[in-house]
């Protein structure tokens, strides 16, 4: 979520240029695998980033879910997202982890990638989702009407923040297209909230959960008011390895629904595993909500933030979903 | 570059003509250092207590302690330490040796030298950092991204270094080395390896501070293992005083580093007169 837009395309188109070369010599050991019946079990290398949304696959991972089905998974999680999508495309990774606005970007400018799991989702609950935009106590701003004119900060722009940020300020009654918005590091903006350098700033866990602490109100629950139960986030590999090991991607598949509908089932050992691949203070991880972890491709969610990245120019024009589908 | 022999013994300068008569007058760098580092955290801890800055975003001195000390316990701490210095002695290691040895053969021949310096003064200035999407392309996030970065910036460091000593040998031992037909390889180990070994012990420190440097950018930026990947992981789950004591143990390594560096130089250059000038 952290990686800028332009950045990952512009890698991502790179990536495909080097890798129709046939350069960069990415001879990864895994996805050529036939594993199916018995053989070593593929390698599967998966980029991610390390934040909360992601504690399924590392708690799948430590239930054997990947194993059983004859799949050695490990996460690399390359901070800041940027490596994530240039690393699939070029084969270093198998599978990564992106937020959907970036996925359908960059295939709209051509990258060969296809959706295979579900990511995390909104929780689709005004005021108790694991994102928000979030206020000083003591700000004269009330709720997402007042945020016209205002600067709000969001990780990244031109992505999922301001169009979501938007939605909200447009469905309380302001004018959506006054907010000011800059740009900031998640880790950043409680602080920045705090001394009022910004008016208000779009957070996700654990970072709302530290706003909160600090005394921070929060104003809108920006996803939801985009849409009910918003799909952020996907597990995707690139074309090349959907059409070359089918039965690879539906296993792996298979094992992150698993791991999904576990964590989901399971929310305390989902916060423990936090403690396995971030720093997340156990105080902060036992408050902090934690997003919706359902299974499938939310196909009218995927719809609807195509719209949306069209209709705010992140896309010449409205990308067919179904280039990104299995 | 003539002045790069005497820096080797900046720092203290003799103004007694013995170690002892100078304690005797004034008091010892290392008491004036452990005060100066005694204020340092004397103000890191009073500046959030005081409330100057909010504690939840500088914690003060002493919770950093203890939130190393409880990274100390585990193994991702050592693992990563492990990483960083690894990258950073490989890096380091071959930097030097492609410098040394690409030095003296760029420096050794004129013409070589002539063909090359506008080339080297272009690609010298390109920042490091600046190959950071080049190398993720190529090598993602594995080890190697880094390893080049620590390479590339090390490695003008010390080719300059022995570019200015190569250039530093007397023309006449030149002159006299060819008279009497030695070897090519008998000239350098004899007359310009000497000449230029205390411009490589500079080249020496100078590139394992920027090794390190870049070694944790690289980590921070591209996320390869090591410490600095560790400060990303800290930062990105709000956990403030277990980065800022990561931070902390990236200022030690610098510091050991140095003192190796400089230790090393001694050693090597035992012989040379700045540095028996200091001892005698």
Same mark, same amino acid.
């Given at each position: 979520?952290?990686?800028?837009?332009?950045?990952?395309?512009? /890698?991502?188109?790179?990536? #495909?240029? $080097?890798?129709?070369?046939?350069? =960069?010599? *990415? !001879?990864?050991?895994?996805? +050529?695998?036939?594993?199916?019946?018995?053989?070593?079990?593929?390698?599967?290398?998966?980029?991610?980033?390390?934040?909360?949304?992601?504690?399924?696959?590392?708690?799948?991972?430590?239930?054997?879910?990947?194993?059983?089905?004859?799949?050695?998974?490990?996460?690399?999680?390359?901070?800041?997202?940027?490596?994530?999508?240039?690393?699939?495309?070029?084969?270093?990774?198998?599978?990564?982890?992106?937020?959907?606005?970036?996925?359908?970007? /960059?295939?709209?400018?051509? #990258?060969? $990638?296809?959706?295979?799991?579900? =990511?995390? *989702? !909104?929780?689709?609950?005004? +005021?108790?989702?694991?994102?928000?935009?979030?206020?000083?106590?003591?700000?004269?701003?009330?709720?997402?009407?007042?945020?016209?004119?205002?600067?709000?900060?969001?990780?990244?722009?031109?992505?999922?923040?301001?169009?979501?940020?938007?939605?909200?300020?447009?469905?309380?009654?302001?004018?959506?297209?006054?907010?000011?918005?800059?740009?900031?590091?998640?880790?950043?903006?409680?602080?920045?909230?705090?001394?009022?350098?910004?008016?208000? /700033?779009?957070?996700?866990?654990?970072? $709302?959960?530290?706003?909160?602490?600090?005394?921070?109100?929060?104003?809108?629950?920006?996803?939801?008011?985009?849409?009910?139960?918003?799909?952020?986030?996907?597990?995707?590999?690139?074309?090349?390895?959907?059409?070359?090991?089918?039965?690879?991607?539906?296993?792996?598949?298979?094992?992150?629904?698993?791991?999904?509908?576990?964590?989901?089932?399971?929310?305390?050992?989902?916060?423990?595993?936090?403690?396995?691949?971030?720093?997340?203070?156990?105080?902060?991880?036992?408050?902090?909500?934690?997003?919706?972890?359902?299974?499938?491709?939310?196909?009218?969610?995927?719809?609807?933030?195509?719209?949306?990245?069209?209709?705010?120019?992140?896309?010449?024009?409205?990308?067919?979903?179904?280039?990104?589908?299995? | 570059?003539?002045?790069?022999?005497?820096?080797?013994?900046?720092?203290?300068?003799?103004?007694?003509?013995?170690?002892?008569?100078?304690?005797?007058?004034?008091?010892?760098?290392?008491?004036?250092?452990?005060?100066?580092?005694?204020?340092?955290?004397?103000?890191?801890?009073?500046?959030?207590?005081?409330?100057?800055?909010?504690?939840?975003?500088?914690?003060?001195?002493?919770?950093?302690?203890?939130?190393?000390?409880?990274?100390?316990?585990?193994?991702?701490?050592?693992?990563?330490?492990?990483?960083?210095?690894?990258?950073?002695?490989?890096?380091?290691?071959?930097?030097?040796?492609?410098?040394?040895?690409?030095?003296?053969?760029?420096?050794?021949?004129?013409?070589?030298?002539?063909?090359?310096?506008?080339?080297?003064?272009?690609?010298?200035?390109?920042?490091?950092?600046?190959?950071?999407?080049?190398?993720?392309?190529?090598?993602?996030?594995?080890?190697?991204?880094?390893?080049?970065?620590?390479?590339?910036?090390?490695?003008?460091?010390?080719?300059?270094?022995?570019?200015?000593?190569?250039?530093?040998?007397?023309?006449?031992?030149?002159?006299?080395?060819?008279?009497?037909?030695?070897?090519?390889?008998?000239?350098?180990?004899?007359?310009?390896?000497?000449?230029?070994?205390?411009?490589?012990?500079?080249?020496?420190?100078?590139?394992?501070?920027?090794?390190?440097?870049?070694?944790?950018?690289?980590?921070?930026?591209?996320?390869?293992?090591?410490?600095?990947?560790?400060?990303?992981?800290?930062?990105?789950?709000?956990?403030?005083?277990?980065?800022?004591?990561?931070?902390?143990?990236?200022?030690?390594?610098?510091?050991?580093?140095?003192?190796?560096?400089?230790?090393?130089?001694?050693?090597?250059?035992?012989?040379?007169?700045?540095?028996?000038?200091?001892?005698?």
């Amino acid at each position: 979520m952290r990686a800028s837009f332009p950045a990952v395309a512009g /890698a991502a188109a790179v990536a #495909v240029l $080097l890798t129709a070369c046939g350069s =960069g010599g *990415s !001879s990864s050991p895994g996805p +050529g695998g036939t594993g199916q019946a018995g053989g070593a079990a593929d390698q599967v290398k998966v980029g991610v980033i390390p934040i909360v949304d992601v504690a399924p696959i590392y708690l799948g991972a430590k239930k054997g879910f990947f194993e059983k089905r004859n799949i050695k998974v490990s996460m690399d999680s390359g901070q800041g997202g940027a490596a994530v999508v240039p690393g699939v495309v070029s084969g270093q990774f198998q599978f990564g982890f992106s937020n959907v606005t970036s996925l359908i970007t /960059a295939r709209s400018k051509g #990258v060969p $990638l296809k959706i295979v799991a579900a =990511g995390n *989702s !909104s929780t689709g609950e005004d +005021g108790k989702d694991f994102s928000g935009v979030v206020v000083k106590a003591d700000s004269p701003i009330r709720s997402a009407k007042d945020l016209a004119g205002k600067t709000v900060s969001i990780n990244t722009l031109k992505n999922i923040g301001d169009t979501t940020v938007r939605q909200s300020v447009k469905k309380a009654g302001g004018d959506p297209d006054s907010v000011k918005f800059v740009e900031l590091a998640f880790p950043d903006m409680p602080a920045a909230v705090e001394e009022g350098r910004v008016d208000a /700033a779009w957070v996700v866990e654990p970072f $709302l959960t530290i706003a909160k602490q600090q005394g921070d109100r929060v104003i809108a629950s920006n996803l939801v008011d985009t849409f009910p139960k918003l799909q952020i986030s996907t597990y995707f590999t690139s074309e090349q390895l959907a059409k070359s090991n089918p039965g690879l991607v539906k296993r792996f598949t298979e094992a992150m629904d698993e791991s999904l509908t576990y964590a989901q089932e399971h929310p305390d050992e989902a916060r423990d595993i936090l403690g396995s691949y971030t720093k997340i203070d156990p105080a902060v991880a036992k408050e902090l909500t934690p997003p919706l972890w359902e299974t499938g491709i939310n196909k009218d969610s995927l719809e609807m933030l195509a719209a949306l990245a069209a209709e705010e120019k992140l896309t010449d024009q409205k990308l067919d979903i179904k280039q990104l589908l299995p | 570059m003539m002045t790069t022999a005497t820096t080797i013994e900046s720092g203290e300068r003799p103004t007694g003509s013995t170690p002892q008569r100078r304690t005797e007058r004034h008091v010892p760098a290392g008491v004036l250092g452990a005060l100066g580092l005694l204020t340092l955290v004397v103000v890191l801890e009073l500046v959030p207590r005081v409330g100057l800055v909010d504690e939840r975003f500088l914690p003060p001195f002493s919770s950093m302690v203890s939130a190393l000390a409880q990274e100390a316990g585990t193994s991702t701490f050592w693992a990563a330490l492990g990483a960083t210095l690894t990258g950073w002695a490989i890096g380091l290691t071959i930097a030097l040796v492609a410098g040394v040895v690409l030095g003296i053969v760029i420096g050794s021949i004129p013409v070589v030298r002539a063909a090359t310096s506008s080339t080297i003064e272009f690609l010298r200035p390109i920042p490091s950092v600046a190959l950071i999407p080049l190398a993720v392309l190529l090598w993602g996030t594995d080890m190697k991204s880094t390893l080049v970065l620590v390479i590339y910036a090390t490695f003008w460091q010390v080719l300059l270094q022995v570019l200015y000593g190569v250039r530093d040998v007397d023309p006449v031992a030149r002159e006299t080395a060819r008279s009497y037909r030695f070897s090519p390889l008998t000239t350098v180990r004899t007359v310009t390896w000497p000449t230029a070994l205390p411009y490589v012990m500079t080249g020496f420190r100078l590139g394992a501070a920027v090794a390190l440097i870049l070694e944790i950018t690289g980590e921070l930026v591209i996320g390869t293992p090591g410490l600095g990947k560790e400060i990303g992981v800290a930062q990105s789950s709000g956990a403030v005083p277990q980065m800022y004591a990561l931070v902390i143990v990236t200022g030690l390594i610098g510091v050991v580093v140095n003192l190796i560096a400089r230790w090393g130089e001694r050693r090597a250059l035992r012989w040379h007169p700045s540095i028996r000038a200091e001892v005698g």
